[in-house]
């Protein structure tokens, strides 16, 4: 069974500050790595999706990738209040079946 | 405007009245793929399809049938609804099946089942 972990929060972070949004996944040949914002009862969102080691950035965040150690994580610089929301992190490993995972999210508060 | 588009948005219904959520995009995407959300589970998968006549199960398809008979639409049938099936469904398409391909997804059905 492909796995997909998120810390559920809430994750407090106070205005300006840097949010960091982790997710760790269980199998090794993972390909792509999604990451979406999904406000209470609305529909998923895509922010940013990485396919290689190292680093990608998109205006105020940065999706970083460590394929070694099946870490995925997101940063969110001068963080908002409207940034205030759940993070899903999706993993795609191919093979059988879908091959798309998403973790139950993480709850993020930005405080004013 | 490219979107997916789910009806109804809302739906109050009783055990056992089969029902059918509607779902349509108009990015002439292949992938189609239906997911359902419960509060401490996440998003789960129903079924998906990765083109016309072609329709597999996801992690939760038990209850739940699907048809995809042209490229736009994916409906999802609930037979004979009963209350374990209440929660938020979305409808999502993508380009293809490919590892890169995000999903875009529909605004979501609220189902009550009593």
């Known amino acids: 069974q492909k796995e997909v972990e998120q810390n559920s929060g809430p994750l407090s972070v106070p205005e300006g500050a840097i949010a960091s949004l982790n997710c760790t996944y269980s199998d090794r040949g993972s390909q792509s790595f999604f990451w979406y914002r999904q406000y209470s009862g609305k529909s998923p969102e895509l922010i940013m999706f990485i396919y290689s080691n190292g680093d990608k950035e998109d205006g105020r965040f940065t999706a970083q990738l460590n394929k070694a150690s099946q870490y995925v994580s997101l940063l969110i610089r001068d963080s908002q209040p409207s940034d205030s929301a759940t993070y899903l992190c999706a993993v795609y490993s191919g093979g059988g079946a879908d091959g798309l995972t998403f973790g139950k999210g993480t709850h993020l508060i930005i405080q004013p | 405007e490219a979107q997916v588009t789910q009806n109804p948005r809302y739906l109050i219904t009783v055990t056992g009245k089969k029902l059918t959520v509607t779902c349509s995009q108009n990015?002439?995407?292949?992938?189609m793929s239906w997911y359902r959300q419960d509060p401490g589970l996440g998003l789960r998968q129903i079924y998906y399809?990765?083109?016309?006549?072609?329709?597999d199960k996801g992690d939760v398809p038990e209850g739940y049938k699907v048809s995809r008979k042209e490229k736009r639409n994916f409906p999802l049938i609930l037979e004979s609804p009963s209350p374990n099936q209440t929660s938020l469904y979305f409808c999502?398409?993508?380009?293809?099946?490919?590892?890169?391909?995000?999903?875009?997804f529909g605004d979501g059905t609220r189902l009550s089942i009593l």
């Open positions: 999502a398409s993508s380009l293809s099946r490919l590892s890169n391909q995000p999903q875009h």
């Open positions: 399809s990765m083109n016309v006549e072609v329709t």
């Open positions: 990015m002439n995407h292949e992938y």
